[in-house]
């Protein structure tokens, strides 16, 4: 895990990010992202590969509302939200269509369905 901003790590502390064999020589360096992060490696190169094909977007759009009906807290989903915006502003650039915008100007996503059964 990343030390958080504003807070020093303790120089004697091992770096979660390295993995060290016995002698103390590195011999994996771990990448660690957050869940916004996550999200942006998973949705970004699509979204830019789905520039004017909207058959593509829409997909998009209907993946990361499932995510987000997936997410355990309330910071998981409002970390979707910019991700949401990038879609939608890639169809209303590459396609024209402010349709799929609601009239709120916010994205549909945030609140989690309720599920039957």
């Known amino acids: 895990m990343a030390p958080q901003r504003g807070r020093e790590r303790d120089p004697d502390a091992p770096d979660p990010a390295l993995v060290r064999d016995g002698d103390g020589s590195v011999r994996i360096i ?11 490696a998973a949705f970004d190169p699509i979204r830019q590969a789905g520039q004017g094909k909207p058959a593509v ?13 997936c997410a355990r807290c309330d910071v ?4 979707l939200r910019p991700h949401a ?8 650039q590459s396609i024209g ?19 039957r059964g």
């Open 76 to 79: 998981q989903r409002e970390a």
């Open 97 to 115: 269509v402010a349709a799929l915008r609601p009239r709120s100007g916010r994205t549909p996503i945030g609140r989690r369905r309720r599920r």
């Open 85 to 92: 915006d990038r879609i939608l502003a890639t169809a209303e």
């Open 57 to 69: 977007l829409i997909r998009l759009l209907e993946a990361l509302r499932r995510v987000a009906d």
């Open 30 to 40: 771990r990448s660690g992202s957050d869940h916004s992060g996550m999200t942006a």
